[in-house]
């Protein structure tokens, strides 16, 4: 009883019950147990409660006081002994209920606003990577369709990765003056509508003229995905926000083929596309129904002016971390789409062996990814966690192009490979962001991750040249030399820019 009536009392007022001072033990006489009679609870004390002894007037003046009673306080103003009504001094009636409350409210509903954002924004990387497989499952299908050959479906691919390509910095500057939410919100619709008119139009050049349509909604996505999440979540968190939204894109290329199939099986590949289209306003419904939520105060000031923004962009920290996305994407594209038919020229491994080892590495991947971002909110040494992480992806990647593993341990290496380069994603999200001005997130991002498609366009460029000059072992050395390339625009030192510079 005493143990409760002590947290109740510490629950209400911030204070204990006094305590014996042979036991210890908490006492509840006078108005105290009065008070714990009435309710446990209360929160209304005894209009008379004991006067603490006054303190002895100066030296100088050891006349007696006449007490008196003292006039009428207002409702929770503060009293000489520090208890008025059940409040600390200070405090009205309610402030223990107050403290409670407010404690609760910093551990649940201020941290969801910015999860609520997390969720929509990695939803919206969901269906950005969902779209950008979208033709690559169907194309049998649609090249039946229209009589076509495979280059000139190759057409569709070049219109969307081209404009994408192109006007992805354009739209990072747009999103820190416009705004990330609204932009992306359009960039979803846009999206969903193109590959919606894809699916219902009868001609084939309309249907490449829809893609480029797409290409121009894609522009948004890293831009105004990394501008929301570096505005809108606490700097805590903001590693495990890069890690969820990450693996979000990698689960909506993971899912793609299967459901895109299967809607196929339904309905053709015209309702594949009206399916996928329908899924991209599905998104941005829940978007417009995200409330913007608190901006943290580092993204509080307002963007750089263009031409101080053209010069942040083309800052060598900046272009360093261009360099560095270009590099991951080459040796990512290398390994994701030349693995396979690298591993059968070189060391005879069986198709099913090597996607199995492909899709461990791919797997892992995805799991380290999340990994980093459980890493990165234990250390601030970003740098050094994707220098380790791009150093084993060397190692492992060049032993695999080396030695003739059987299926196991191939598996288990392509695998070891993959864990380490998701492992980095989260902190090569950090890297970019320490070096980034407030109110610029939009541009940084959108100017850096131009390097995936600057990447993707180079890696056929050197892959596939040689595969045709049989020279399948130089596909995993030049792997792992790149990965060991890219640790020097890791480790060059960086230093955080400011709007003036």
Request: proline share 7%.
């Amino acid at each position: 009883m005493a143990k409760s009536l002590r947290a109740a009392t510490v629950a209400i007022i911030g204070r204990s019950l006094p305590t014996c001072r042979r036991c210890r033990k908490a006492t509840s006489t006078g108005p105290w147990r009065r008070a714990a009679r009435r309710s446990p609870i209360s929160t209304t004390w005894p209009s008379t409660p004991r006067q603490p002894p006054a303190s002895p007037p100066p030296r100088s003046d050891r006349r007696p006081q006449k007490f008196r009673r003292s006039p009428r306080r207002a409702h929770g103003a503060p009293s000489p002994w520090g208890l008025y009504r059940g409040g600390a001094a200070g405090h009205s009636p309610d402030a223990g209920i107050h403290i409670m409350t407010e404690t609760t409210e910093s551990l649940g509903s201020a941290h969801a606003p910015h999860v609520r954002i997390v969720g929509a924004v990695s939803a919206a990387h969901f269906v950005s990577h969902y779209y950008i497989i979208l033709l690559a499952p169907l194309m049998p299908f649609v090249r039946a369709e229209y009589g076509v050959t495979y280059t000139e479906i190759g057409f569709a691919f070049a219109a969307f990765n081209v404009v994408s390509a192109a006007l992805q910095t354009p739209a990072g500057f747009i999103v820190d003056r416009v705004g990330a939410r609204p932009l992306l919100i359009g960039g979803l619709l846009l999206g969903a509508f193109a590959f919606i008119a894809a699916g219902l139009i009868d001609s084939f050049w309309v249907f490449v003229a829809m893609f480029a349509v797409a290409g121009i909604g894609n522009t948004v996505y890293h831009p105004a995905d990394y501008a929301m999440l570096s505005q809108h979540v606490p700097a805590r968190s903001i590693g495990q926000a890069f890690s969820v939204h990450t693996f979000a894109g990698m689960l909506g290329s993971a899912v793609a083929p299967f459901s895109l199939l299967l809607m196929q099986d339904f309905w053709g590949w015209r309702g594949a596309f009206v399916g996928a289209g329908i899924l991209g306003i599905a998104v941005a419904a829940l978007l417009a129904m995200t409330g913007e939520g608190p901006v943290t105060p580092h993204s509080r000031q307002a963007a750089a002016p263009d031409q101080s923004a053209w010069s942040l962009l083309f800052s060598a920290p900046i272009v360093l971390n261009l360099v560095f996305f270009m590099l991951i994407a080459i040796t990512n594209a290398g390994l994701s789409n030349y693995s396979v038919v690298a591993l059968g020229v070189l060391h005879g491994t069986p198709v099913a062996t090597a996607n199995t080892a492909l899709t461990g590495f791919l797997l892992l991947s995805a799991i380290g990814v999340l990994m980093g971002g459980l890493l990165v909110a234990r250390t601030s040494r970003h740098g050094l966690v994707t220098a380790l992480g791009l150093a084993a992806t060397g190692v492992f990647t060049f032993i695999v192009g080396e030695v003739d593993f059987g299926a196991v341990m191939l598996v288990v290496a392509m695998s070891l490979a993959g864990l380490a380069a998701g492992i980095i994603s989260p902190s090569r999200d950090m890297i970019v962001r320490e070096v980034t001005p407030p109110g610029s997130f939009g541009k940084v991002f959108g100017f850096v991750t131009t390097g995936f498609n600057i990447g993707g366009i180079i890696a056929p460029l050197i892959f596939g040249p040689l595969m045709d000059h049989g020279s399948p072992r130089l596909v995993f050395l030049v792997v792992a030399v790149l990965s060991m390339l890219t640790i020097l625009t890791v480790l060059t030192r960086r230093r955080p820019l400011t709007q003036n510079e």
